[in-house]
C-alpha cells in the first residue's frame, strides 16, 4: 500500500486545515488509518486514527479540534484541524496499520506534510 498527503501549508493560529491521505493497492478498508505527527526535536506522536469501524480515537492535545473520517469508496482518510495552535506545527504523516492476525501485520507510512502555524 502506498500513502500520499496533501494539504499542509502555512496558516495563522485559530485557523484550519483538512489533511488528505490517499491509499493506493489493497488492504485499506481493512486497515485502521491514523495521523500522527513529528515537530523538531520531539518524537513522532499519535494524533488521531480510525479504525476500519469508524472508531476514532484522539490524543488528548488536540480532542475537540481535530477530526479524522475515512471515505473507503475513495481509499482516503482526512484530518480536519480546526483551532490550530503553534504547538501544532509538525510534519504530519499518513499511516495504515493493516492487522490480519495469523496472516500477519503490516504498517505503511506516507512521506509527510508540513504544517506551520504561525503570525
Known amino acids: 500500500m502506498q500513502l500520499v498527503e496533501s494539504g499542509g501549508g502555512q496558516v495563522q493560529p485559530g485557523g484550519s486545515l483538512r489533511l488528505s491521505c490517499v491509499a493506493s493497492g489493497s488492504g485499506f478498508t481493512s486497515s485502521t488509518m491514523g495521523w500522527y505527527r513529528q515537530a523538531p526535536g520531539k518524537e513522532r506522536e499519535l494524533v488521531a486514527d480510525i479504525t476500519s469501524n469508524g472508531v476514532t480515537n484522539f490524543h488528548d492535545s488536540v480532542k475537540g479540534r481535530f477530526t479524522i473520517s475515512r471515505d473507503d469508496a475513495k481509499n482516503t482518510v482526512y484530518l480536519q484541524m480546526s483551532s490550530l495552535k503553534p504547538e501544532d506545527t509538525a510534519v504530519y504523516y499518513c499511516?495504515?496499520?493493516?492487522?490480519?492476525?495469523?496472516?500477519?501485520?503490516?504498517?505503511?507510512w506516507g512521506q509527510g506534510t508540513e504544517v506551520t502555524v504561525s503570525s
Open positions: 499511516n495504515a496499520d493493516l492487522n490480519l492476525g495469523w496472516s500477519g501485520r503490516w504498517r505503511y
